[in-house]
């Protein structure tokens, strides 16, 4: 791994943060407490719309969530700037909760939710690698297929 930056390496993937999503409800998109941010659940929100809507192994294909998944991350890595400035700041990420609307016989949430696990590597290396929770449900806010939120820690 490069001694590059977070956002460099971001850059070099072809990524850019986007804007914090708005809430959608009556919360901040994350928030700091002592060493932890925590983010809200993020959705796959692309320039303020939903990317698709569906649920994982009906409308929309495992292949499909997992790139979902990533841009979940990418939202929540824009949140947990949001609230430090710079994603140097980030120690290591602690937790990643990912939520798969879920047919009623999908059984590969922990693949979908990789695809916010290896961009989490990809942009911060080892202080990516996380503990993890994949959580098939019946239902997401706005028909989303894929929700993540995670805990990260920080200086």
């Known amino acids: ?20 999503a708005t809430p959608l409800a009556a919360y901040v998109p994350a928030l700091r407490t002592g060493d932890y941010v925590y983010t809200s659940g993020q959705l796959p929100v692309v320039d303020g719309k ?28 824009a949140a947990v700037k949001s609230v430090v400035g710079d994603l140097s700041k980030v120690v290591r ?12 016989d999908f059984t590969g949430q922990p693949v979908v939710v990789n695809g916010a696990s290896e961009l989490l590597g990809e942009v911060l290396g080892d202080a990516g690698r ?7 449900v019946a239902v997401l806010p706005l028909d989303a297929p894929v929700e993540l939120d995670l805990v990260a820690e920080v200086r």
Not at 95 to 104: E, I, L, N, Q, Y
Not at 130 to 136: D, E, F, L, M, P
């Open 50 to 77: 939903l990317a698709v809507t569906g649920k994982v192994g009906a409308e929309v294909s495992a292949e499909d969530a997992k790139e979902l998944a990533r841009i979940c991350a990418l939202n929540a890595l």
């Open 1 to 20: 791994m490069s001694a590059a930056t977070p956002e460099e390496r971001l850059a070099e993937l072809g990524l850019t943060l986007p804007e914090v």
């Open 130 to 136: 996380h503990a993890r929770s994949a959580v098939g």
């Open 93 to 104: 990420i602690v937790k990643v909760v990912g939520f798969v609307a879920s047919a009623p």
